[in-house]
């Protein structure tokens, strides 16, 4: 609940607007109407994760399905469970100047700690129809602004625009979502110091370390509810970590690099789908797939196909976030083998596997070392050496692959080529079997490889 005063706004963003913000869909019964009861489990779902405060009726809302009343609806809902205990923001984005500002004025009664507003996503076609429609916003609102900055609205603003929005008195920011890099590193540089600006995806830390420049506030994603459940929130412990400046890089990578690569994916290939349009069907489905309520898209946004969303499930799956039991090493040992610092009785667990989906699984159930098997003759001829490529892609780097060769011919030359193809994977060991070699025999075809 907002409790600064007009003037007071963009004092109260830099102190409040912090870590992860979420952005809500909206979900739908079978007959077309609000599912209520599943809103309000989504909310609390993503409370549990967290996130430091969420925003309805936005793009991934879609909020220019709803009639006015049903933005009101889901607006009540939040505010009931946020209960001034949660930060919320409401998109008031309108085609009518007066629908917009009963919205605002609905969410200032509500309780509403922060507004968002975008071009009217028709006529306006200049850069100054955009600063007068948020300046007339402003004028009759206490509540602090941040501007969507969107393709998706019809217009992009360029950052010396959205400097000249920044100097309205209760514009406290800019979510910065054009899509465009240059465009959200130049805003970045040339108002991040006078106002929030935020981008509302991972590279921009990256950038910022280049560049000198730190984000705040992730405003606002879905991709805490897409990637975390709350046992497991490992996206949102990355960005509370990342917007107070820790870019803590090895865990993106251990936790959330290929969650996050499957959904670039996915969104991209909606998005090209669709010529553009927000990819609100596969958002939606893929919280289904996570737990949450969703429903069908309105239209004129068509769902995912039955084949979409079995391929969706399917590269999913072994990718969701499931939490595991600290390890803590019990043991000094190898150098090689403890460089992970990740034994916790003192003893390995190696697990065998035979395909990507089994190896991954096996990493997150704990494995010290995942053992890819049965890779006859030494690599030669078999589609092995594919799958162990594979899954040292996608395992992190300080995570131990093992190659098991099966049975193998009693010679140290076929020994050292296993062994030298199985490094050129990138394994970490290999395991050998011989036929019918007595131990001694098999030690010294070891050493002589």
């Given at each position: 609940m907002?409790t ?47 996130t430091?405060?969420?925003g309805?009726t ?20 939040l ?12 998109h ?13 004025q ?94 509302p ?43 107070q ?21 996915w ?26 309520a969703?429903?069908h ?42 460089g ?11 697990v ?41 892609n ?5 995570n ?11 010679q ?38």
């Amino acid at each position: 609940m907002a409790t600064y005063a007009k003037h007071e706004a963009q004092e109260w963003a830099w102190e409040t607007l912090k870590g992860q913000w979420t952005t809500l869909c909206t979900p739908f019964t079978p007959e077309d109407t609000i599912d209520e009861a599943g809103l309000r489990n989504n909310i609390r779902h993503v409370r549990r994760l967290g996130t430091k405060g969420a925003g309805c009726t936005w793009g991934m809302g879609e909020f220019w399905s709803l009639t006015h009343e049903e933005r009101l609806q889901v607006m009540q809902i939040l505010a009931d469970e946020a209960n001034g205990q949660w930060l919320t923001g409401a998109h008031i984005t309108h085609t009518s100047a007066s629908a917009m500002l009963d919205l605002a004025q609905n969410a200032e009664n509500m309780g509403f700690d922060v507004l968002i507003v975008a071009p009217p996503f028709i006529v306006t076609k200049t850069e100054e129809q955009v600063i007068d429609w948020v300046r007339h916003l402003a004028d009759n609102t206490r509540l602090a602004i941040m501007f969507y900055n969107s393709p998706q609205f019809g217009i992009v603003l360029s950052p010396a625009s959205l400097k000249r929005l920044c100097e309205i008195p209760n514009v406290v920011g800019i979510k910065e979502a054009s899509f465009n890099q240059q465009l959200s590193i130049e805003t970045h540089l040339s108002i991040g110091k006078e106002a929030i600006i935020s981008t509302p995806d991972e590279w921009i830390f990256w950038r910022g370390k280049e560049l000198g420049f730190q984000q705040q506030v992730m405003f606002s994603n879905t991709s805490d509810w897409r990637f975390d459940i709350p046992e497991a929130n490992y996206y949102v412990q990355f960005i509370d970590k990342a917007t107070q400046g820790n870019l803590d890089e090895q865990f993106y990578e251990t936790h959330l690099r290929r969650i996050k690569e499957l959904s670039d994916a996915w969104w991209t290939r909606t998005v090209d789908k669709l010529n553009g349009a927000l990819p609100v069907a596969m958002v939606k489905y893929w919280g289904e797939l996570m737990g949450l309520a969703s429903g069908h898209t309105r239209y004129p946004l068509p769902g995912l196909t039955d084949e979409e969303k079995a391929e969706l499930k399917q590269e999913l799956e072994p990718l969701k976030p499931r939490p595991l039991a600290p390890a803590q090493p019990a043991n000094e040992r190898v150098g090689w083998l403890t460089g992970n610092n990740s034994f916790f009785s003192g003893m390995l667990l190696m697990v065998s596997v035979q395909n990507v989906e089994e190896a991954l699984e096996a990493e997150r159930g704990g494995a010290d070392v995942v053992d890819v098997k049965n890779l006859q003759e030494a690599l030669v001829g078999s589609g092995h050496p594919t799958v162990v490529r594979q899954i040292r892609n996608q395992i992190a780097a300080e995570n131990h692959v093992s190659v098991t060769l099966g049975v193998v011919p009693s010679q140290p030359g076929t020994v050292a080529m296993a062994a030298y193809a199985a490094a050129m994977l990138n394994a970490t060991s290999v395991k050998v079997g011989f036929r019918n070699t007595d131990y001694d025999t098999a030690v010294e075809i070891l050493i002589q490889a």
